[in-house]
């Protein structure tokens, strides 16, 4: 039994607003270095952990917890769109196994997602159909939001479903780290967006979908130049947070309140909770170790941008 894990932050601007080439060149290294180790690791099954932007999920039913037994990608932002390769009944099995070990998990036979699923799929494998895939997706922009010790579970139930399975097992982490983009909330949303949040939003109009791109592109281009203008990163929580899960240290993180994070670290850091559940789901296999470690502040895709790479101990 083996498995391995990969966390890595996404970004819709990729393409649209870039840093400077050297720190590109670093980031296409590191998902380099992490593509090649999971080829050398050649996965049979990968867990993928990722939230959504109010591009799949809607407060019409807004679940803390979805697992996927179809998925399809809407290819936002030119990420890649299509299908996924589900295998449907073992991710039924996953679900029943989740929800007899006491996590309340909700699932879907017409998942719609967005980049965050995506993007990682195609950077780290090579395309979204390439390897048979479970989605699970976590709520982390739909208050009320699910806590960091539920998160925990979800991924540790994960993690003693896949054990049994007996295959090579890669668990991806989406998303995270400090950011804030501009994500339209329920509170304060005028008509037209309170009636797309509750889920007239699943199937936008193409220019109205380029509409919404483009303001998070203009967002970007205005945080460049001053980084007031949202939500400030935080390397030092970023780094903090890494440093736990490399540690083994992924309870701790169950003392974390969602007010304290999204005033720390703005109120899309909480996509951390794919990289707690990812690491967790790990933990089910026993003792891990970090492979390879990346982190930079990048302040043109308005995100602490990091990766990290570990795997089972276990034989």
């Given at each position: 039994?083996?498995?391995?894990?990969?966390?890595?932050?996404?970004?819709?601007?990729?393409?649209?607003?870039?840093?400077?080439?050297?720190?590109?060149?670093?980031?296409?290294?590191?998902?380099?270095?992490?593509?090649?180790?999971?080829?050398?690791?050649?996965?049979?099954?990968?867990?993928?952990?990722?939230?959504?932007?109010?591009?799949?999920?809607?407060?019409?039913?807004?679940?803390?917890?979805?697992?996927?037994?179809?998925?399809?990608?809407?290819?936002?932002?030119?990420?890649?769109?299509?299908?996924?390769?589900?295998?449907?009944?073992?991710?039924?099995?996953?679900?029943?196994?989740?929800?007899?070990?006491?996590?309340?998990?909700?699932?879907?036979?017409?998942?719609?997602?967005?980049?965050?699923?995506?993007?990682?799929?195609?950077?780290?494998?090579?395309?979204?159909?390439?390897?048979?895939?479970?989605?699970?997706?976590?709520?982390?922009?739909?208050?009320?939001?699910?806590?960091?010790?539920?998160?925990?579970?979800?991924?540790?139930?994960?993690?003693?479903?896949?054990?049994?399975?007996?295959?090579?097992?890669?668990?991806?982490?989406?998303?995270?780290?400090?950011?804030?983009?501009?994500?339209?909330?329920?509170?304060?949303?005028?008509?037209h967006i309170r009636d797309r949040l509750l889920g007239s939003g699943r199937h936008l109009p193409?220019?109205?979908?380029?509409?919404?791109?483009?303001?998070?592109?203009?967002?970007?281009?205005?945080?460049?130049?001053?980084?007031?203008?949202?939500?400030?990163?935080?390397?030092?929580?970023?780094?903090?947070?890494?440093?736990?899960?490399?540690?083994?240290?992924?309870?701790?993180?169950?003392?974390?309140?969602?007010?304290?994070?999204?005033?720390?670290?703005?109120?899309?850091?909480?996509?951390?909770?794919?990289?707690?559940?990812?690491?967790?789901?790990?933990?089910?296999?026993?003792d891990y170790e970090v492979l390879d470690s990346y982190y930079r502040p990048i302040p043109e895709w308005i995100a602490g941008f990091g990766a990290m790479g570990a795997q089972s101990l276990?034989?």
């Amino acid at each position: 039994m083996q498995a391995r894990l990969q966390c890595l932050s996404h970004t819709p601007l990729v393409g649209h607003v870039d840093p400077v080439p050297h720190v590109l060149d670093e980031v296409n290294g590191a998902i380099a270095s992490a593509r090649a180790s999971i080829a050398a690791f050649d996965p049979e099954l990968v867990v993928l952990f990722s939230p959504d932007h109010f591009n799949g999920f809607f407060y019409d039913a807004m679940p803390p917890f979805c697992i996927g037994m179809q998925a399809h990608a809407i290819g936002d932002f030119g990420t890649p769109a299509g299908p996924f390769d589900v295998p449907q009944a073992l991710a039924r099995d996953c679900a029943q196994a989740v929800l007899e070990d006491g996590v309340d998990v909700a699932m879907s036979y017409s998942m719609q997602v967005d980049h965050g699923f995506s993007q990682p799929l195609d950077y780290l494998l090579g395309g979204i159909d390439t390897h048979p895939v479970i989605p699970v997706f976590i709520n982390a922009v739909a208050a009320p939001l699910p806590t960091f010790a539920r998160s925990r579970a979800l991924g540790l139930a994960i993690g003693r479903f896949a054990r049994q399975t007996g295959k090579r097992v890669l668990f991806i982490g989406s998303g995270g780290l400090s950011h804030q983009p501009p994500v339209p909330e329920l509170a304060t949303a005028d008509a037209h967006i309170r009636d797309r949040l509750l889920g007239s939003g699943r199937h936008l109009p193409p220019e109205e979908r380029q509409a919404r791109q483009q303001r998070v592109i203009n967002a970007a281009l205005q945080f460049v130049e001053d980084q007031n203008s949202l939500h400030p990163l935080n390397p030092a929580w970023d780094q903090r947070f890494m440093e736990t899960l490399a540690q083994g240290r992924i309870a701790e993180l169950d003392g974390l309140s969602n007010a304290d994070v999204s005033r720390i670290a703005g109120k899309s850091t909480h996509e951390v909770k794919t990289w707690v559940a990812a690491f967790a789901a790990l933990s089910a296999y026993g003792d891990y170790e970090v492979l390879d470690s990346y982190y930079r502040p990048i302040p043109e895709w308005i995100a602490g941008f990091g990766a990290m790479g570990a795997q089972s101990l276990a034989a």
